[in-house]
């Protein structure tokens, strides 16, 4: 028997609506992800029949709820781990699979008030892709929008940002999907620390020009293409760059593009990464962009990048990191496959913000001593 596109479309609005309706007896009612009081923020499509789609790791949804439980009905294209925060703390984290639209609680037997909710996507779209189709909440349950912050990041880089295998245990533990958390990694530090909301752009083993491992010196569909899509993996749809302009632009990638042999050339690296810089500038105007040497870097990658220095002191508003030679150690920062572990992060996080904060104008917060 054949399928129609039409008939696999209505069939899944019969099972959201079956599973709304059976949630609904106890939660109270559902509430469509496109509603006005609950808001993105990272790139998302909304879906021809209601839901909100997405992939890039770091994409969060938040909203306030009155009430003592709420839950989301989701369906997924892989599979996506996501966080759970409730009134700025984590309260678990779940994991998302399945094509079919369900319903997962997310938070139950809270004290009466408004709470706030924030579901965090921490791993990254190679692995799956997340459509939200209702929030759940109680009888009586009113919704309000979290106002957005007026500061924004944007970060755009490989595993290191992605926070592969943050939560691992070893250097020469492998990695597993349920050890990537992007909340952990710098980038959502250094958004955190600021009060920043923030769009993670990053894809492991990525690189300016050529991704790991590759057997030619050049890869295809590399970060700076990834960079003009809705989608990281599930779709070719390009950006409209509307939803948000960043205060700043982070790049951290080289590490891939100099990893194994055969190498690229400086002038195949540094010509890319120069286009790549005016690309971000010509879609966001002349924002501040910080070009991070990472902490990683081999004597090739550190070349190639001294030479990008050279080719930007013209430009307006390039910067270069300060370099993180030696601040990751093996024994206490590393987890999953040698990627920084939590504390690892963290160091890359502290070691950034001074130049952030210096590039911005905004304040370093006091620290308790």
């Avoid at 919704?143 to 926070?163: M, Q």
């Avoid at 690309?279 to 090739?300: E, M």
């Amino acid at each position: 028997m054949h399928i129609t596109s039409i008939t696999m479309r209505k069939f899944l609005f019969i099972i959201i609506a079956m599973l709304v309706a059976v949630v609904a007896q106890g939660a109270g009612k559902e509430i469509p992800a496109t509603d006005s009081n609950i808001t993105f923020t990272g790139r998302t499509a909304k879906t021809s029949d209601g839901g909100v789609r997405y992939d890039w790791s770091g994409v969060y949804m938040q909203t306030y709820f009155s009430g003592s439980s709420v839950g989301v009905v989701v369906s997924e294209e892989g599979t996506s781990y996501h966080n759970v925060f409730v009134d700025g703390k984590l309260l678990r984290k779940i994991k998302v699979d399945g094509k079919t639209p369900h319903a997962i609680t997310l938070a139950s037997g809270l004290p009466k008030g408004f709470h706030r909710l924030m579901m965090q996507k921490c791993t990254e779209g190679d692995y799956g892709c997340t459509t939200v189709w209702k929030l759940l909440v109680g009888k009586g349950a009113t919704l309000k929008p979290v106002p957005r912050s007026s500061r924004f990041i944007e970060v755009v880089g490989d595993s290191y940002t992605c926070g592969y295998g943050v939560e691992g245990k070893s250097p020469r533990e492998p990695f597993a999907l349920e050890t990537e958390d992007c909340h952990e990694a710098y980038g959502a530090l250094i958004a955190r620390y600021f009060g920043a909301d923030y769009a993670l752009i990053a894809h492991s083993g990525q690189g300016i020009v050529r991704h790991w491992g590759d057997k030619q010196p050049t890869s295809e569909n590399q970060m700076p293409e990834r960079w003009t899509r809705i989608f990281d993996t599930h779709g070719q749809e390009a950006y409209d760059y509307k939803a948000y302009k960043p205060d700043i632009v982070i790049i951290n990638l080289g590490t891939n593009d100099y990893s194994t042999m055969p190498l690229p050339s400086e002038k195949q690296y540094v010509g890319a990464y120069v286009k790549f810089i005016e690309a971000i500038k010509g879609r966001y105007g002349d924002i501040p962009i910080l070009c991070v040497t990472p902490h990683s870097a081999n004597i090739y990658l550190k070349a190639a990048l001294g030479r990008l220095r050279d080719q930007t002191l013209c430009m307006s508003k390039v910067y270069m990191a300060n370099p993180l030679d030696g601040i990751i150690t093996s024994d206490r920062d590393l987890g999953s496959n040698s990627h920084p572990n939590k504390q690892g992060q963290t160091k890359i996080a502290f070691a950034l913000i001074p130049q952030v904060a210096a590039i911005t104008g905004w304040e370093v917060n006091q620290l308790p001593f």
